[in-house]
Nanobody
Framework: QVHLVESGGGLVQTGGSLRLSCAASGRTFGSNNMAWFRQLPGQEREFVAGVAWRGNVRDYAEALKGRFTVSRDNRGNTLYLQMNSLTPDDTAVYFC?????????????????WGQGTQVTVSS
């Protein structure tokens, strides 16, 4: 079992920044990937960004490249998402995900464990 706890969400004005964190505990050893997804109101959960366990492979949703930066700490147990130049379209619940896979994926089915989510609200 892997337990994920997100933090760092909140209310920010357009153009502002937020940094989300996700702490993983439990059976986190071995090859794995961590990622951020978000779910906008009335929409399905979508891939935001992910990083492989050694941090050498990163992937981003095309529309978010250049504004969002994903990273993991050296031990690989904490995932971060730096979000800059936020707009109201970024308002969503952001979820951390953990998957014991050899390759980094973008589908929700590529991940086995999920955090409870953290709300990000960007005001206009």
């Amino acid at each position: 079992q892997v337990h994920l706890v997100e933090s760092g969400g909140g209310l920010v004005q357009t153009g502002g920044s937020l940094r989300l964190s996700c702490a993983a505990s439990g059976r986190t050893f071995g090859s794995n990937n961590m990622a951020w997804f978000r779910q906008l109101p009335g929409q399905e959960r979508e891939f935001v960004a992910g990083v492989a366990w050694r941090g050498n492979v990163r992937d981003y949703a095309e529309a978010l490249k250049g504004r969002f930066t994903v990273s993991r700490d050296n031990r690989g147990n904490t995932l971060y998402l730096q979000m800059n130049s936020l707009t109201p379209d970024d308002t969503a619940v952001y979820f951390c995900a953990f998957g014991a896979r050899l390759t980094l994926g973008r589908r929700t089915t590529d991940y086995d464990y999920w955090g409870q989510g953290t709300q990000v609200t960007v005001s206009s």
